[in-house]
C-alpha cells in the first residue's frame, strides 16, 4: 500500500487542494466523501453498469449523472420549459460566422443550429420552423 493509499484511509483535513491521479479498478469503484460540517452526508461517486452515479452512505442510488439530462428534457418530469433559458446560462460563445447574401425577394435554408442574424439596413428576415421536413 502506497504512502497516499495509507494517508486517505485517514481522515484527512485538506487546507489546499489535492490533484489525486490514482485509478481504481474494480467492480463498481467508488469514491466515498464524508462531509462532516453540521447536516453534511456522506456521498459515493461510483461507475455502476457504465454509468456514473451518486450514491449515498446506504449504496441507494441518488442520482444516475449520465441519465440527469432525460429528466430536463420535453416530456421528462422536470422538463425546461420554453423561453427558459438565457445566454448567459448557456455560456454561448460566438465564433467566427459566415456571410450569405440572398437576392431581393430570394429565400435561404439555414442548416441546423443556434444562428445569429445581423440585418442591414431596410431588411427583414422570416424563419419558420419546418419540423415536417426535418
Same mark, same amino acid.
Given at each position: 500500500m502506497s504512502? $497516499? /493509499?495509507k494517508r486517505l484511509q485517514k481522515d484527512v483535513d485538506l487546507e489546499q487542494p489535492w490533484i489525486l491521479n490514482k485509478q481504481i479498478t474494480k467492480s463498481e469503484p467508488r469514491l466515498i *466523501? =464524508? #462531509? =462532516? !460540517? !453540521?447536516?453534511g452526508a456522506e456521498r459515493r461517486f461510483a461507475s455502476s453498469g %457504465?454509468? !456514473?452515479?451518486i450514491k449515498d452512505s446506504t449504496d441507494a442510488d441518488v442520482m444516475d449523472l449520465e441519465a440527469h439530462a432525460g429528466r430536463h428534457a420535453s416530456g421528462g418530469a422536470d422538463p425546461i420549459g420554453s423561453n427558459a433559458l438565457r445566454i448567459a446560462q448557456i455560456g454561448l460563445v460566438l465564433g467566427a460566422g459566415s456571410s450569405?447574401? $440572398?437576392a431581393a425577394a430570394g429565400t435561404y435554408t *439555414?442548416?441546423? %443550429?443556434?444562428h445569429y442574424v445581423f440585418l442591414g439596413a431596410n431588411t427583414r428576415? /422570416? *424563419?419558420?420552423? #419546418?419540423?415536417a421536413a426535418a
Open positions: 504512502f $497516499v /493509499e *466523501l =464524508t #462531509d =462532516t !460540517a !453540521a447536516g %457504465g454509468h !456514473a452515479k450569405v447574401s $440572398v *439555414l442548416p441546423k %443550429g443556434v428576415v /422570416e *424563419l419558420y420552423d #419546418d419540423v
